[in-house]
T-cell receptor
Framework: NAGVMQNPRHLVRRRGQEARLRCSPM?????VYWYRQLPEEGLKFMVY????????ESGMPKERFSAEFPKEGPSILRIQQVVRGDSAAYFC?????????????FGEGSWLTVV | DQQVKQNSPSLSVQEGRISILNCDYT??????FLWYKKYPAEGPTFLIS?????DKNEDGRFTVFLNKSAKHLSLHIVPSQPGDSAVYFC???????????FGKGTRLSVIA
């Protein structure tokens, strides 16, 4: 029973390039969340998606960042024209539908370094 | 505006003793609370949770206490083991599948 799968684990991009991070939720989970952890900081919520829908993107920067969770395939977090400040660990998490409390399960993370 | 606060960035405890990690929250709509453990270069791992209808939940060496009137929860680990050394995050949810709000974490070091 595979957990949340994220790839790539490590990604290096030059300033101005695009970064694409992928996340496959746990089997049977239909809710996906993306969090970001900056150095020496906690986990900051970015976006919450269900299949083909963005439910809450209140934590997502207004420019350059986008996320999708298509009907088929993994969820993708896309960062266009990366800057040094985008360097962080990006964690994806998933949860099943309709539970009384929201326990989410994280992947191993994708570490983005912008040089 | 931090809704979930972990005021101690670090904690050092001797092996075999009790570790107490604290967490405060401000949002009265939170009704579900969780603790996650994180090792370097890995994703956070779910540890234990508690619903607002309870004031205590126990799982082996880990116990979480919730004081709703004080908007405070704590994680007790007893006895502490060197393998417990990690960063512990407190998180809270306002129900359903609403996104979890995390604290900044407390780094626990258990010294042998």
């Amino acid at each position: 029973n595979a957990g949340v799968m994220q790839n790539p684990r490590h990604l290096v991009r030059r300033r101005g390039q695009e970064a694409r991070l992928r996340c496959s939720p746990m089997k049977g989970h239909s809710h996906v969340y993306w969090y970001r952890q900056l150095p020496e900081e906690g986990l900051k919520f970015m976006v919450y998606l269900q299949k083909e829908n963005i439910i809450d993107e209140s934590g997502m920067p207004k420019e350059r960042f986008s996320a999708e969770f298509p009907k088929e395939g993994p969820s993708i977090l896309r960062i266009q024209q990366v800057v040094r400040g985008d360097s962080a660990a990006y964690f994806c998490a998933s949860s099943p539908q309709r539970q009384p409390g929201n326990t989410i399960y994280f992947g191993e993370g994708s570490w983005l370094t912008v040089v | 505006d931090q809704q979930v606060k972990q005021n101690s960035p670090s904690l050092s405890v001797q092996e075999g003793r009790i570790s107490i990690l604290n967490c405060d929250y401000t949002n009265s709509m939170f009704d579900y609370f969780l603790w996650y453990k994180k090792y370097p270069a890995e994703g956070p791992t779910f540890l234990i949770s508690i619903s607002s209808i309870k004031d205590k939940n126990e799982d082996g060496r880990f116990t979480v206490f919730l004081n709703k009137s004080a908007k405070h929860l704590s994680l007790h680990i007893v006895p502490s083991q060197p393998g417990d050394s990690a960063v512990y995050f407190c998180a809270a949810s306002a129900g359903g599948n609403t996104p979890l709000v995390f604290g900044k974490g407390t780094r626990l070091s258990v010294i042998a």
